[in-house]
């Protein structure tokens, strides 16, 4: 599956919006500071980097 998720237009680096994998392609998510969210099915990404950093102190 291809997505286009770092356009480079016109010499530019663009992060766009990533499609929505429940809805396909056609179906952007919407780009939040720390998530992506899809209006349509309500999909989220968290994008906060976890997987490693768990410290709760
Ligand atoms: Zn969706």
Redesign the pocket.
């Known amino acids: 599956m291809k997505t286009d998720k770092y356009g480079t237009k016109d010499g530019k680096t663009e992060v766009e919006n990533p499609t ?1 994998p ?2 396909g392609e056609g ?1 952007l998510l919407a780009v939040h500071e720390d998530r992506k969210h ?1 209006g ?2 309500g ?1 989220t990404r968290w994008e906060n980097k976890e997987d490693e950093e768990e410290n709760e102190e």
């Open positions: 929505c429940k809805c179906v899809c349509k099915c999909y």
